[in-house]
């Protein structure tokens, strides 16, 4: 009895070593590359359980970034994430998949249409100091 009462006590303290060690809450610095060269940009993740929250800063054709927000999940080390931004063509929705490769890394690819053609671009994030 005692050893099972051990032993259960160890599984649950994995599994709260395991959720803590997967907190992505903070700000990251993504980059990635598409045709018009290297960009990177703030994501902001705010992660309650296996939900997050997400704010990026979109690059703008002119003037300065805008912030866009989007929901998504963590599952483990699997990231998914949705931002919809408002362009001249109308709404635009990317969808983010990736993996948290250590506490301050994580790198995924998502699609961009560009003119008509689907192109998968991949990125990587680091997470910005606090």
């Known amino acids: 009895m005692k050893k099972a009462a051990i ?7 994995a599994g709260v070593v395991a959720f803590a060690a997967a907190s992505i809450t903070g700000t990251w610095e993504m980059t990635y590359t598409t045709q018009r060269g290297e960009r990177k940009q703030d994501v902001t993740f705010t992660q309650t359980g296996e939900n997050l929250e997400v ?9 300065d970034p805008v912030e866009v927000k989007g929901t998504g999940t963590i599952k483990g080390n699997d990231i998914t994430f949705k931002i919809t931004r408002t362009t001249q063509r109308g709404e635009m929705t990317t969808e983010y998949k990736g993996k948290l490769v250590d506490d301050n890394n994580m790198a995924g690819s998502f699609e961009m249409n560009m003119g008509g053609n689907a192109t998968t671009i991949e990125w990587k994030a680091v997470r910005k100091p606090k």
Request: hydrophobic fraction near 55%; proline fraction near 6%.
């Open 55 to 63: 704010s990026m800063m979109m690059p703008q054709r002119q003037g």
């Open 7 to 13: 032993g259960f006590m160890a599984l649950i303290l």
